[in-house]
């Protein structure tokens, strides 16, 4: 990791902390979202598969050394102990295949339109499906609620988080526009 | 700095070394995932609420602290005595009750300093097998630490612009403006510590981890 690395991989950090201390946005449904999720897809989709989950792993430091850095101020030991730690740790593996899809999708000129819906798809891949997949694994065996019923409780977030990986996309497409980024 | 969730204190656990408190929890915490009667639950429940109560915060005090891991319990309560039965919700309830407890206990008498201290230790084998290197791995988490106030500043600021051109709630208006300044402060904060010649070689980093244990000579 060079200095460039460590700067953007603290700062991107700190983003996803700061957008869980930002006030739930209410959608023009009415539904509040969080927008700490969505920070752990920019991660991994502005910049890439390892340093997006070495951004999430400073969290989870964050997490562990008791600060409230979590939505809702959340944080210390508790949490990885928790019913919803598996979401957590998913976090990690979230933010890297998003990054890897991205950097995957990345190799040839595309319009705008393709590449936000390819960098929709590596958010909901990793985003949703890698992250889901974790969080619903840790509430089936560790707090023994078996797959299916694990998976009815956590699919009612899934909508907010689909705004959330198409957003993310957006944001990333306009991000790197303005400032020369390369994946890794 | 973000304000740690550490209160002070000079209870029995405030003085307990932090390894020893991680290393206690973690075994506690491995144990009752296998204990399945709910009466030995329901004691390390009590057990859990003596260590929090014995670090000086009063009943109403922590049932503040944990509202929200209490609110996820209970739900997941609800959900496991609606669609399995009360046994088993009880059994999980009481389990992640009394580990939230011990957890909290933990982490109201631990100081990020001490932590940060544990955390670097633990970085050491993993930088002997080559993973990391621990003096860039906890660089990175204190910049984070760091630069968590200044960030939510700079979104509050554009959030206010936004608010004065009439574009509150619009997520893409603030992230895209506030991501594109961290990317160019990243840079500026690179150049910054490559600058002031970090990170120090290795043999150097060494000798001051040894001298800071001993006085130093004036």
């Given at each position: 990791m060079t200095t460039r690395d460590i700067s953007l991989v603290a700062l991107m950090a700190a983003v996803i902390v700061a957008l869980g201390l930002v006030p739930a946005i209410p959608l023009s449904a009415g539904v509040p979202i969080t927008l700490q999720s969505m920070g752990v897809m920019l991660a991994g989709l502005i910049l890439g598969p390892k340093r997006g989950a070495a951004a999430v792993l400073v969290v989870i430091a964050l997490v562990a050394l008791g600060l409230?850095?979590?939505?809702?101020?959340r944080g210390g030991l508790g949490v990885f102990v928790g019913p919803t730690a598996g979401f957590l740790f998913g976090w990690v593996l979230a933010a890297f295949v998003a990054g890897f899809l991205a950097q995957v999708f990345e190799a040839s000129e595309k319009s705008t339109l393709v590449r936000t819906v390819q960098l929709s798809g590596a958010a909901i891949l990793g985003g949703i499906v890698v992250l889901y997949a974790c969080g619903i694994l840790w509430l089936a065996f560790f707090v023994k609620m078996g797959l299916v019923k694990a998976f009815w409780v956590s699919v009612v977030f899934t909508p907010g988080d689909l705004v959330k990986a198409i957003a993310a996309a957006l944001i990333t497409v306009q991000v790197r526009r303005a400032v020369a980024i390369e994946r890794k | 700095m973000i304000a740690s969730l550490a209160r002070p204190g000079a209870s029995l656990l405030h003085r307990t070394p932090a390894a020893r408190k991680l290393a206690g929890l973690a075994l506690a915490a491995t144990v009752l995932f296998f204990v399945e009667d709910a009466r030995l639950l329901a004691g390390a429940v009590l057990v859990g609420l003596v260590a929090a109560r014995s670090t000086g915060a009063t009943f109403a005090a922590i049932g503040r602290d944990l509202k929200g891991p209490a609110l996820v319990l209970a739900v997941l309560g609800l959900v496991d005595w609606w669609l399995i039965d009360g046994t088993t919700a009880l059994v999980v309830v009481l389990r992640l009750g009394a580990i939230a407890l011990l957890a909290h206990a933990v982490t109201v008498t631990t100081t990020t300093a001490e932590l940060t201290e544990v955390m670097e230790r633990l970085f050491l084998p993993a930088e002997r097998l080559g993973l990391l290197d621990a003096s860039r791995a906890a660089l990175t988490v204190t910049l984070a630490i760091r630069f968590v106030p200044l960030i939510t500043q700079e979104a509050r600021e554009i959030r206010a612009a936004q608010a004065a051109r009439g574009l509150e709630g619009s997520i893409l208006a603030l992230a895209v403006p506030l991501l594109v300044r961290i990317v160019v402060r990243a840079e500026t904060l690179a150049d910054a510590i490559d600058a002031r010649g970090f990170p120090p070689d290795r043999s150097s980093s060494g000798r001051d981890q040894e001298t800071n244990e001993r006085p130093r000579s004036p």
């Amino acid at each position: 990791m060079t200095t460039r690395d460590i700067s953007l991989v603290a700062l991107m950090a700190a983003v996803i902390v700061a957008l869980g201390l930002v006030p739930a946005i209410p959608l023009s449904a009415g539904v509040p979202i969080t927008l700490q999720s969505m920070g752990v897809m920019l991660a991994g989709l502005i910049l890439g598969p390892k340093r997006g989950a070495a951004a999430v792993l400073v969290v989870i430091a964050l997490v562990a050394l008791g600060l409230p850095v979590l939505s809702g101020g959340r944080g210390g030991l508790g949490v990885f102990v928790g019913p919803t730690a598996g979401f957590l740790f998913g976090w990690v593996l979230a933010a890297f295949v998003a990054g890897f899809l991205a950097q995957v999708f990345e190799a040839s000129e595309k319009s705008t339109l393709v590449r936000t819906v390819q960098l929709s798809g590596a958010a909901i891949l990793g985003g949703i499906v890698v992250l889901y997949a974790c969080g619903i694994l840790w509430l089936a065996f560790f707090v023994k609620m078996g797959l299916v019923k694990a998976f009815w409780v956590s699919v009612v977030f899934t909508p907010g988080d689909l705004v959330k990986a198409i957003a993310a996309a957006l944001i990333t497409v306009q991000v790197r526009r303005a400032v020369a980024i390369e994946r890794k | 700095m973000i304000a740690s969730l550490a209160r002070p204190g000079a209870s029995l656990l405030h003085r307990t070394p932090a390894a020893r408190k991680l290393a206690g929890l973690a075994l506690a915490a491995t144990v009752l995932f296998f204990v399945e009667d709910a009466r030995l639950l329901a004691g390390a429940v009590l057990v859990g609420l003596v260590a929090a109560r014995s670090t000086g915060a009063t009943f109403a005090a922590i049932g503040r602290d944990l509202k929200g891991p209490a609110l996820v319990l209970a739900v997941l309560g609800l959900v496991d005595w609606w669609l399995i039965d009360g046994t088993t919700a009880l059994v999980v309830v009481l389990r992640l009750g009394a580990i939230a407890l011990l957890a909290h206990a933990v982490t109201v008498t631990t100081t990020t300093a001490e932590l940060t201290e544990v955390m670097e230790r633990l970085f050491l084998p993993a930088e002997r097998l080559g993973l990391l290197d621990a003096s860039r791995a906890a660089l990175t988490v204190t910049l984070a630490i760091r630069f968590v106030p200044l960030i939510t500043q700079e979104a509050r600021e554009i959030r206010a612009a936004q608010a004065a051109r009439g574009l509150e709630g619009s997520i893409l208006a603030l992230a895209v403006p506030l991501l594109v300044r961290i990317v160019v402060r990243a840079e500026t904060l690179a150049d910054a510590i490559d600058a002031r010649g970090f990170p120090p070689d290795r043999s150097s980093s060494g000798r001051d981890q040894e001298t800071n244990e001993r006085p130093r000579s004036p």
